[in-house]
């Protein structure tokens, strides 16, 4: 006798991911931390809203420039060891304050400090061939006016 089960499709929408499954129905999930994914990541993706989701048109996703989105690229630096121990602690100090300021004008001033000083040194070699994208992504959002 055959039984079917098991998620046929699972889709990401407004924070939460969405499965077919074949015995069940649907299945709705949160994601929650682990060593490969920070909550950090987590508030970032959940910055993503759409009004409607067509997974056939494979819609292209862009994260406005937020700390929460910048403090999730630390985490993927720290995680692929892209950036000295004491950069990823002058960067979560830097966007803290920034964060406890609501982004004083001197704290974006540091903010675009750091940017720049992460142009100049590009960290360390990494395997992770993500982390120098990552990186670019992480000065592009530290430059910015954030919202």
Known sequence: MLILAGSWSAYWYNGYIYSSEIARGLDVFELTPTAHLTQNEIDAAKTIRVSELNVQNQQRYEF????????????????????????????????????????????????KKLAQSLEKNPGLPSTNPNANSVRLSLIEILKQPML
Do not use: F, H, M, W
Not at 82 to 95: C, N, Q, S
């Open 64 to 111: 406005q420039p937020k700390l929460v989105v910048a403090k999730a690229y630390v985490d993927q630096l720290e995680r692929s060891k892209a950036l000295p121990a004491a950069k990823i602690g002058e960067l979560r100090t830097a966007i803290q304050n920034a964060e406890g300021s609501k982004l004083s004008k001197k704290d974006r001033a540091n903010l």
